[in-house]
Structures are given as C-alpha cells and as structure tokens.
C-alpha cells in the first residue's frame, strides 16, 4: 500500500497574481506587493537605537540580580559560581570530568600539561527507567559509569580530582555544591529536587567502597564550561557564552559588585557570574521589540511568558520564527504563487538547520534552498521564492545575532576591561554560516570605542572545562594546604625560640 502524503495547503486566493509568478505583472501591483513584504518583515529589521535600548534594559536587570533587596524580582538572577579564577597555565596532571545534560552520560579522562591538553572519553546511556526512578539508582548509575570507565583506563588507585558538568537549573552555594531546583529534559528522579547534587555523587561512590580516591571538587554549567575552556589558551577571556538549542552568558564580576556574595573576599576579588540571561524580558521590557511571530511563539511554547530574550535568539525557535513570517508572506499570495503545504503548516517542521542551509547556499541555483522545499512538499516555487524566503532567514539570523551582541557589548561595557575574549559554544554559533561575523559587526558597533574584544570558539567546554574548573580547585587546595603548612612550620620555630 502506497503511503499517502499530507494534504496539500490550497492557495489563499487566486484574485491576485503573486510577485513570484514569471509572467509579466503590472508595476503598480508589483510595487503593491513589494510594500507588503516590507511591512510583514520590517518588524524584525530592529535599529541601533532598538538595541542600545536593550542593553540598557539589561544592565538595569543585572544590577538588580546582583542586589540582595531587588534579586527576587529581578529576571537575569546573575547567580554567582564560586569560580573564582581561570587556569594560569600552570595546572597539570590528570582529571575526571562527568558531563550530564540529557539521556546521555559523559566521562572523561583529561591530561592537562601546560598547554597540552589530550582527552579520552566514553559516552554512557541512561535508561529510561532511571531517568524517572529514584535518586539513587540515577547516581548509583553514574558511580557505576564512572567505575567502568576508570577499570578500562586502569585508575582504580589513582587520586582523581573531579569536575560535573550538570545541565540542569541549579542553586549554587559553593563551588562543589549546587542545589537541583527543578529537573526538565525528560528526567523526574525522586528524592533529588532540594538536594545537593555533588553530596548524592559522593553517597553514591561510597556506597561502592572501590572508588575512595574520586572526589568532586566542582560543579559547572556549560556557559562556565565555555569560558574556562577558552581561557586555558587566552588568559584575556573573561565571558562565557552559549548559543545553541538555548542561550545563557557568564562573566566575571568584581566582588564588590557582587552584593549578593556570601563568600570571603581573599584574592582574586573576582567571581563568576552565571547571568542566566534567557529570562530577560519576562517582565515585559522587551514588548517593545516583540513582533507577531514572538508573541505567537511565545503563547504556544510550553512555558509561556519565560525566556523571552532566549526565544528571541536561540536555536530553538529561530526556524519557527523564519515558518511563520514564511507563512505570512505565502497566505498573502507573495510566496509559492499562494500555495502552502502540510509541512509548512506545522509547528516546529521548518527546522533551524534550514535557516543556516538556506543562508550558505550558493544563489547562482539555490540548489540547498531547493532541495528544502522539496522537503517541505512545496512544490510552486521559483528563483525570486528563493531569494524572498532567504531574505526572510537573513532578517531572523541577523536579529538573533544582534539581540545576543547587544548583550554582550552590554557585559563588556559593564566589566570594564580594556582587552576581553568571549568564548563561545552551542551548534546555532557553531553551524551558522553567518552568526560569528554578524555579532563581531554589531559588537563593535555597540561597546565603548576603547575596549577591544574577540569572539573565540570554545572546544568542549562541558568536559575540557570542567576538568579545569576542578584543576584550579585542585591547585588553589594544594596551595591552600602548603600556606597552612608554612604558617605551622613558622609557629613551631617560634616556640622553640621562645
């Protein structure tokens, strides 16, 4: 039997003659229609002073998040990680890294010397029946990876300081202990929300008995991960930035800044600050740049008024966003000659992969851009629907590269550093033809004139990073125990003396 494809989307009228027709059309009409483009699209075409607007936004919130008496109602928490120093080159030996943020677990064996970095890695499955068991079957699960992992590398007798990677929102109160808030991605683990993470790792590995040289000395989110990974190699890079499936930033923060440190304020006067940025705008500062295509975005999410920077910029939504103005364009005869189809008519089908596909396709063809409305069953199409829906994909990328700039040059006006290197991670920066040379552009354009920066690539920040993350810990420790050592050994000279 034959599968039946989805019904086709008849076209919305056939009174007017679409734009993209190859007959000739009137240049009144033409004209006509060329002035609807631009008012459906213009909306997301935002101005400088759109974005300057923003950032002052954001520099408002981050005052807040850092401000005891404002905290709570501010949207960007600014939380800070206890991460108080990057790797000065000088952390070496070997370290552990878990990276947890879905159905797959990450270890990691990492050998720092100097600048040298290699890694060994195994990825293992979390079953679903863990996934929403209990707490500790979970961690039992995980001190049973990392079991496995260090009996095939021969690690049982080694002392082995460790770095977690834990992708899900958490309270940090140290820099080894962070309280799970609430899980998401599919995980409901009992017993687990109100805890510290880092102390149900350690039951679990004492529960084996066969593991008493791990310790946990650091637990991270990937934006740390990027920074710290970067900074290995440029000690300038003092912002961490995620664009991925979703997008967050962290920076570093002078402690008297910080009105919500509870820490001592020995050197480095500095922390870490985990902006989670994603949140900005759901106070409604940001409705004034909000088009039809957020809004609807938005209603239909599964968190509604939440994340509305984020929904604006990462890879989760960019695709939806391009379908819906896409839609708008075709259910006004400008597109496909008014014909749609089932695929274009659904949610979430025009994927974020399509609008970097579409962008880096070679125009003397659009060979890429026609194979995706092959794809999504469309099958009216045209070299000026190439160019109209690659227009559209253009005007999404480039608000989404400029909203994040906007923070950015926000964070960087903010710190006052003269030189600064961003370390950036996700698959929206990674993969996107454009996005790096869009945010250097708007970048530049939106910080002080005295300050220079880079964007820089990070490489595997979720494991890289927090083997140095735990290294730094690791060496601040060591250096910790041999002050304590001295002051002893000067103490004991001096009763002799005495």
């Not at 109602?73 to 947890?100: H, M, Q, W």
């Not at 979390?126 to 079991?147: E, K, N, R, T």
Request: charged share 25%; aromatic share 8%; glycine share 8%.
């Amino acid at each position: 039997m034959l599968k039946q494809s989805p019904p086709k989307m008849a076209p919305t009228t056939k009174a007017s003659v679409c734009v993209t027709q190859t007959r000739k059309t009137p240049k009144k009409r033409l004209q006509s229609e060329d002035k609807t483009v631009e008012n459906i699209l213009k909306p997301l075409d935002l101005t400088d002073e759109h974005y300057k607007k923003v950032m002052q936004l954001m520099h408002n919130d981050i005052v807040k998040g850092l401000t005891p008496e404002t905290h709570a109602k501010a949207n960007i928490k600014c939380f800070p990680t206890y991460v108080r120093t990057v790797p000065d080159g000088t952390e070496s030996g070997d370290f552990l890294a878990l990276d947890l943020g879905g159905t797959n677990f990450r270890v990691l064996l990492i050998n720092l010397n100097g600048q040298e970095v290699t890694m060994e890695s195994k990825i293992f499955l979390i079953p679903h029946h863990i996934m929403v068991g209990s707490g500790a079957q979970l961690f039992d699960h995980i001190a049973d990876c990392i079991f496995k992992f260090m009996t095939d590398h021969k690690l049982q007798d080694r002392h082995l300081p460790l770095g977690f990677t834990f992708s899900f929102p958490c309270r940090q109160e140290g820099l080894d202990k962070a309280i799970l808030t609430t899980w998401t991605k599919g995980f409901k683990c009992e017993g687990v929300e109100g805890h510290d993470i880092v102390q149900l790792l350690h039951e679990a590995i004492e529960r084996r008995g066969d593991m008493q040289n791990v310790k946990c000395l650091a637990v991270i989110n990937d934006t740390v991960g990027a920074l710290m990974s970067c900074a290995h190699s440029d000690r300038q890079c003092a912002v961490g930035l995620i664009l991925g499936t979703g997008t967050n930033a962290c920076y570093i923060e002078s402690l008297s800044e910080v009105k919500t440190w509870d820490g001592d304020f020995n050197e480095p006067k500095q922390v870490l600050i985990n902006t989670e940025w994603g949140a900005f705008g759901n106070d409604g500062c940001l409705d004034f740049i909000l088009t039809d295509f957020d809004k609807s975005i938005d209603k239909h999410s599964i968190n509604p008024g939440k994340q509305i920077y984020e929904k604006m910029i990462s890879g989760m939504y960019m695709g939806e966003i391009a379908r819906l103005a896409i839609e708008r364009l075709r259910k006004h005869n400008l597109l496909f000659d008014g014909e749609g189809s089932y695929h274009l008519a659904t949610r979430g089908r025009f994927y974020t992969k399509y609008v970097s596909e579409i962008e880096g396709d070679n125009v003397d063809g659009f060979k890429v851009t026609k194979q995706i409305f092959d794809e999504l069953d469309l099958t009216s199409h045209t070299e000026q629907d190439c160019r109209l829906v690659r227009h559209v994909c253009s005007l999404v990328s480039k608000r989404a590269a400029y909203l994040a700039s906007a923070g950015i040059a926000c964070l960087l006006n903010k710190m006052n550093r003269k030189e600064v290197t961003v370390g950036v991670d996700g698959s929206l920066y990674r993969f996107h033809p454009f996005f790096h040379d869009l945010m250097m552009e708007k970048t530049r354009a939106l910080v002080r004139p005295d300050i220079s920066f880079k964007l820089m690539l990070s490489h595997d920040g979720s494991g890289k990073g927090a083997a140095l993350v735990a290294a730094v810990a690791n060496r601040l420790l060591e250096e910790s125990h041999k002050e304590e050592d001295e002051l002893k050994t000067v103490k004991s000279v001096n009763s002799k003396t005495n």
